[in-house]
């Protein structure tokens, strides 16, 4: 919600030739209540001084030697990668105004000022910006949503499938291999039961650091549901550099964890699957990785193994 100290906080910059239009524009801004208000005579500094603080509104003198404000515009678009323009135009031509709203600036005022008219156009022009970067701030927390964890931040499911797709295209066009790990914590349903949901949630979420903090830049960490985690490891070497990989993520989760003033002991199992020795699609290697998890349960936990299962194509059920 847009409150009016969020907009008298809002970023100005005054462009003007004319220093008296400046100092004027500049009273009459501060005595309506704005705190950020900053100005400049000179055309050539506007994309720079813009790059620098992101203003949230540029009160634009469109008749400038040297520079008029619609070159301005232009180099402003380049620094607005999304194409809105905070340019409220300032002109003394009526016959200006139509090209300054085709050249992207969002409203004009006319000169000689009516000062009444230009703080009720900064009003509005700074509301509806500032109401725009909180639509834009939250369909990018919705994006997250929907492609992350929201309590470890890791990769959700929809996301991993994305990941692990472009993993197997890259190494069916590089003819080398990939790697699916499968893992789940070793008894983590007794952490929940003695010590409550949020220590399990903060173990989780440490499990979550080390994972992503084990592999590599490239690899992506993904929470597939409750305490289990899918790693697509980008590119390995065949089973040796694999089990390597995945040794170092079963120790790494091995190590005591301090949660909520106490020092709990966790382990981990893991199942791994290598393209295209395991499967050739998402769904082959994560069966086959998981029936490999399976094998180091029943091998007593704390261990890792590698398919032996050589699925080439997902089966039906």
């Avoid at 009003?123 to 910006?129: A, D, F, I, P, T």
Wanted: charged share 25%; proline share 3%.
């Amino acid at each position: 919600m847009i409150n009016s100290s969020d907009i008298l906080r809002g970023k100005i910059l005054i462009v003007d030739d004319n220093a008296a239009d400046v100092d004027l524009l500049e009273k009459a801004l501060q005595g309506a209540g704005y705190v950020s208000i900053a100005s400049t005579t000179r055309p050539d500094e506007v994309c720079g001084l813009h790059r620098q603080n992101g203003y949230d509104l540029i009160l634009l003198d469109l008749e400038m030697p040297g520079m008029d404000g619609f070159q301005v515009m232009e180099g402003l678009k380049e620094i607005e990668v999304e194409s809105y323009l905070p340019v409220l135009a300032v002109t003394a031509h009526p016959a200006h105004k139509l090209r300054a709203l085709r050249g992207g600036a969002k409203d004009f005022v006319s000169k000689p000022f009516d000062l009444s008219e230009v703080l009720m156009r900064v009003r509005n022009m700074l509301e509806v910006r500032l109401l725009h970067e909180a639509a834009r701030d939250h369909g990018k927390i919705l994006e997250s949503l929907a492609l992350n964890d929201p309590l470890t931040g890791l990769a959700n499911r929809r996301l991993l499938a994305d990941r692990v797709s472009t993993a197997l295209v890259h190494a069916h066009r590089n003819r080398s291999s990939m790697a699916v790990v499968y893992l789940d914590l070793d008894g983590f349903k007794k952490i929940n039961d003695t010590l409550g949901h949020g220590a399990g949630d903060a173990l989780l979420k440490t499990v979550a650091q080390r994972l992503v903090a084990t592999v590599r830049e490239e690899d992506t960490v993904a929470r597939w549901g409750g305490d289990e985690f899918v790693i697509a490891l980008w590119r390995v070497n065949g089973e040796n550099d694999a089990a390597t990989a995945t040794s170092k993520i079963v120790e790494a989760l091995s190590r005591p964890y301090g949660i909520e003033g106490r020092t709990v002991g966790m382990t981990a199992s893991a199942g791994v699957s290598i393209y295209p020795i395991h499967g050739e699609d998402a769904d082959a290697l994560m069966k086959s990785a998981d029936l490999a998890l399976y094998e180091a349960k029943h091998a007593g936990k704390n261990a890792y193994r590698i398919s032996t299962r050589a699925c080439r194509k997902s089966e039906a059920p």
